[in-house]
């Protein structure tokens, strides 16, 4: 287990658990995807990491509600709920969250029950076709979930439904650059690359940088994840 590894399993609770039986998978050569990771996680009482709480959570908040505040965004969808924490601090009209874990949407509908303004679904990349435009949003968020994608259709399929359920703009929290890492749910990607390449009538208009980059505070305290703004371009 990686330092980084052993730092977050002893300050988040239920996460040694997954993280011991990941390591074995591993060693098997049989690490079982990423939706069945975070599956173990939360079903442990395991959270979304350091990085939905604390000083990150609360960068990340101001940030959102700014924009959402400063842009008239009446609607937001986000690709990767998780337990809900950071949702606490957030301020938008009306909000659709996903997850690929069903014990994570549990937590969310229990915390959220009595706000008419939330809703959440469970999210299966192979079962999921919106030809309607039921899910559409004036913003769609992908908070530190990109390098959680170790797979590449995994990757593909969610960056794909991250950009077409946007109607105005795409924000992005999450490292960019490549990298496989020791941790078998974890690898770095330069999303940035892939976008500009996938998805044409997007342009990044803006890019926010942590206000806790790793390279000043330690891990669980600090980040190498920046925010990245999409605007959908007029069509001509």
């Known amino acids: 287990m990686s330092a980084i590894l052993k730092s977050i ?7 040694s658990g997954a993280i011991r039986r990941l390591r074995q998978y591993v060693n098997d050569s049989k690490f079982p995807g990423s939706a069945v990771y975070w599956q173990c996680r939360y079903s442990e009482g ?9 000083k990150l959570a609360e960068f990340k908040a101001s940030v959102l509600n700014q924009f959402v ?7 937001v969808i986000e690709f990767g709920c998780g337990d809900g924490n950071q949702l606490l601090l957030a301020k938008y009209p009306h909000y ?3 997850d690929v874990a069903p014990a994570a949407v549990q937590l969310c ?3 959220f ?8 679904f469970l999210y299966d990349p192979e079962c999921f076709l919106d030809g309607a435009g039921v899910f559409r949003a004036d913003l769609t968020i992908s908070l530190d979930v990109i390098f959680h994608l170790v797979e590449d259709p ?3 399929r969610y960056m794909e439904l991250l950009f077409c359920c946007s109607i105005r703009f795409v924000v992005i929290y999450s490292s960019n650059f490549d990298q496989v890492t ?8 330069k999303f940035t690359d892939y976008v500009a390449a996938h998805f044409p009538r997007w342009s990044l208009v803006e890019k926010i940088e942590n206000q806790y980059p790793m390279s000043k505070y330690p891990a669980a305290l600090g980040s190498l994840c920046d925010f990245y703004i999409y605007e959908r371009r007029n069509k001509k």
């Open 9 to 15: 399993a002893k300050r988040v609770p239920g996460v």
């Open 46 to 54: 395991g959270s979304s990491g350091p990085g939905s709480y604390g």
């Open 69 to 75: 505040s400063d842009r008239q965004i009446k609607s």
């Open 96 to 98: 659709i969250g996903f």
């Open 109 to 111: 509908a229990e915390k």
């Open 113 to 120: 029950k009595g706000d008419p303004t939330k809703s959440f």
């Open 154 to 156: 995994v990757f593909e």
């Open 182 to 189: 020791s941790s078998p749910h974890e690898r770095e990607r």
